[in-house]
């Protein structure tokens, strides 16, 4: 009885490390991008190792949330997917195919819009000038590297809820039911964080 009792306590500290979507403490919230001498005033501070651009989303991203530790790993954000979707088709280990199921995402507080977003790893690229992504659309989630300027098909839709015509991506009107029903047409930068502990308890 005694082993199996430590087997549930294992298993349930271990879903709570590895998938954040098995726990309560995620949030969405809306970043700027910093210029380059901002991102350098608090590069110690928010944990980054790079400072390559103005307009950095990465770094815009990591300071919303406070700092790289309370940002997800690309392998917390594969995890997360893997709870986000219904009969999934899995490639590659990274790539899903499957149902997203909107109506989690809206009870863990991280539903953004009716087709793709995009929200950031923690992780920085090693060659400075981009960072990992994860996109969570209608039909599936797959992992991609971004220039953290802002340039390229990726980061065109980083973190934006768009549900009009954009360069890059066409999507359709938010449902009635959506969050965005009745707002204006444009786009806004989101990222998800985790909660602090002390945050968590309030």
Avoid at 9 to 37: C, G, H, R, W
Avoid at 105 to 111: D, P, Q, R, V, Y
Wanted: charged fraction near 25%; include cysteine; charge should be neutral.
């Amino acid at each position: 009885m005694k082993s199996a009792i430590s087997f549930i306590v294992i298993f349930m500290i271990t879903a709570f490390v590895v998938n954040p979507a098995l726990s309560d403490n995620l949030y969405k919230t809306e970043y700027k991008p910093l210029t380059q001498s901002e991102c350098m005033e608090q590069k110690e501070q928010l944990g980054l190792k790079f400072c390559p651009y103005d307009n950095d989303h990465l770094a815009g991203a990591v300071a919303a949330c406070g700092g790289v530790e309370n940002m997800l790993t690309m392998k917390n954000l594969l995890a997360l997917a893997k709870a986000l979707y219904k009969n999934i088709i899995e490639k590659n280990g990274t790539s899903l195919y499957g149902q997203r199921d909107d109506k989690l995402m809206k009870e863990l507080g991280i539903w953004a819009n009716d087709s793709h977003i995009f929200f950031w790893s923690n992780e920085e690229a090693g060659d400075g000038e981009g960072g990992y992504v994860r996109m969570f659309a209608s039909r599936g989630s797959i992992p991609y590297y971004a220039s953290r300027d802002g340039s390229g098909y990726v980061s065109d839709a980083l973190g934006k809820i768009n549900y009009g015509k954009t360069k890059k991506i066409k999507t359709l009107n938010p449902k009635d039911d959506s969050n965005l029903a009745g707002l204006p047409n444009n786009d806004v930068l989101l990222t998800i964080c985790i909660k602090k502990e002390d945050d968590a308890r309030n």
